[in-house]
């Protein structure tokens, strides 16, 4: 008799330990979506990225709100500002008619994905990558120079810029949630 209620006590707690890990997997599942996830493997694809990288970004920049606007006049889904877009649209040769056309998410994601690969051609290291998409290309170069945020000149020991420095801690970890959820 004993051995039956052990029994069914260990049971009772496999089903619950397994009912609450699927929980806290569908609450992830649901904070971290797949959403425009064809579009982020079309053009991730395209401009050699991975798609959980550029999923990553898009979750820390807008958390998928693709009329987001942020306050420093960045818009859509990976929060590109004007001036960017401006530029990149001659570096991509590609129509740009103004802010209306970053909220557009196929139009984003493609832009925001080749800036991504243009930082990466530039950088190579993915940290310095998302640095200098947060906090801009020239700062990352300086910082880069300077013993005091790094010592060998290609790796960032620290960001002086606090925003910066939780930027690349977020979109981090988001890959590190995406790549548990969704193995590619």
Do not use: H
């Not at 619950?16 to 797949?34: A, D, E, G, M, R």
């Not at 053009?43 to 987001?68: D, G």
């Not at 929060?79 to 909220?103: C, R, V």
């Not at 960032?156 to 981090?172: A, G, Q, R």
């Amino acid at each position: 008799m004993k051995n039956k209620s052990k029994g069914r006590i260990k049971l009772i707690i496999a089903a619950t330990l397994i009912s609450c890990i699927l929980i806290i997997i569908s609450l992830y599942v649901k904070f971290y979506p797949l959403k425009y996830y064809d579009l982020v493997k079309k053009y991730a694809k395209q401009y050699n990225l991975e798609p959980l990288r550029v999923m990553a970004v898009i979750k820390a920049e807008s958390n998928f709100n693709r009329e987001a606007k942020s306050n420093k006049n960045a818009y859509g889904l990976m929060q590109i500002t004007e001036s960017t877009a401006k530029w990149a649209k001659d570096e991509m040769q590609i129509d740009y008619k103004g802010a209306s056309d970053l909220n557009n998410e196929e139009y984003n994601i493609k832009m925001g994905c080749w800036y991504l690969s243009y930082l990466k051609k530039e950088f190579g290291d993915w940290d310095l990558i998302i640095a200098s998409y947060n906090g801009g290309p020239g700062n990352v170069k300086k910082w880069l120079d300077n013993d005091s945020y790094s010592k060998s000149g290609n790796k960032l020991d620290n960001i002086p810029f606090l925003e910066t420095d939780k930027y690349v801690k977020k979109v981090n970890t988001n890959y590190k949630i995406y790549k548990l959820l969704y193995k590619e």
